[in-house]
Nanobody, 121 residues
Framework: QVQMVESGGGSVQAGGSRRLSCTASFKHYAMGWFRQAPGKEREFVASIGWDGASTKFADAVKGRFTISRDNKKNMVYLQMNNLKPEDTAVYYC?????????????????WSQGTQVTVSS
């Protein structure tokens, strides 16, 4: 059973930064971050391969967000800079039973409980 726990959510003003962390009891899985805003479907934010060498980002966050991982600590991070009100959502980390990362929700096998990020203008 893969257990995933994330932290780092909260409230921030527009233009500010926030770092989300996710701990998971595995090393060789690709990881992703997704988000779901009120009234909207869950959407892809970022993903990273098992060794951290390859990353992908949604166009909406490209240049503002970075994803990284520390396999020695079983941690994955989402650094969010220059936050905008439209970034307000519940953020989820997800794990995929593959070394290659993916963009689709159905490609991921395990999910965290989600953490709220609220960006005020």
């Amino acid at each position: 059973q893969v257990q995933m726990v994330e932290s780092g959510g909260g409230s921030v003003q527009a233009g500010g930064s926030r770092r989300l962390s996710c701990t998971a009891s595995f090393k060789h899985y690709a990881m992703g971050w997704f988000r779901q805003a009120p009234g909207k479907e869950r959407e892809f934010v970022a993903s990273i391969g098992w060794d951290g060498a390859s990353t992908k980002f949604a166009d909406a966050v490209k240049g503002r967000f970075t994803i990284s991982r520390d396999n020695k600590k079983n941690m994955v991070y989402l650094q969010m800079n220059n936050l905008k009100p439209e970034d307000t959502a519940v953020y989820y980390c997800a794990a995929r039973e593959s070394v290659a990362h993916a963009l689709l929700i159905d490609d991921y096998d395990y999910w965290s409980q989600g953490t709220q990020v609220t960006v005020s203008s």
